[in-house]
């Protein structure tokens, strides 16, 4: 099966910096997109960043900047920067994979928290 090992998180104070990080392990899986949500209590769950296998990136508006994906084969590393007090949320990380007998599912992290305060 699929498991999502994330790392990072935390309090940071108002223009500081955070790095997450997630692994990404599954015999035979190829994981085709890696990425990360973030979700605030009572709110959906939204994209912040997402990168294909191939290199593509995917930003959410509000980080553009601020916030870097990178990727080495199945660990993604979000770099956080310039952070604010609104990019306080659970950050899940988030990858579509498949294998040779699995169709393309979404997998999730267990979530980790990122609090931006004074």
């Known amino acids: 099966q699929v498991q999502l090992v994330e790392s990072g998180g935390g309090l940071v104070q108002p223009g500081g910096s955070l790095r997450l990080s997630c692994a990404a392990s599954g015999r035979g899986f190829i994981f085709y997109v890696m990425g990360w949500y973030r979700q605030t209590p009572g709110k959906q769950r939204v994209l912040v960043a997402a990168?294909?296998?191939?290199?593509r990136t995917n930003y959410a508006d509000s980080v553009k900047g601020r916030f870097t994906i990178s990727r080495d084969k199945n660990t993604v590393t979000l770099q956080l920067n310039s952070l604010k007090p609104e990019d306080t949320a659970v950050y899940y990380c988030?990858?579509?994979?498949?294998?040779?007998?699995?169709?393309?599912?979404?997998?999730w992290g267990q979530g980790t928290q990122v609090t931006v305060s004074s």
């Open positions: 990168i294909t296998s191939g290199g």
């Open positions: 988030y990858a579509n994979a498949g294998g040779v007998l699995t169709n393309p599912n979404d997998y």
